[in-house]
């Protein structure tokens, strides 16, 4: 059963607009899962951006959430600038 359903969730290498580096990194190289599908993705925003990565509270910061740091004793948690916190 397990693998039924993932053969239901790959696709034809030929419907996809891959190139030859890109499918030569593919585990079966006649067909695309989600999985190698989010590698390649991220692979090419990787190339799209030179190389260059991104801290995690830069991306919450470009989403509009910021990361409120408190002392050390007690975590971090990451609050929606819109919202307000709810008091106890």
Known sequence: MLQRQNLEKRI???ETNLTAKERALLP?????TEDDADA?????DLKAH???TFSFEQ??????ITLERSDGRIRASAVPKARARRSA
């Open 12 to 14: 034809p290498v030929a």
């Open 28 to 32: 079966d190289p006649n067909w695309l």
């Open 40 to 44: 390649i993705m991220i692979m090419r």
């Open 50 to 52: 030179g190389g260059r």
């Open 59 to 64: 991306v919450l910061r470009e989403s509009g």
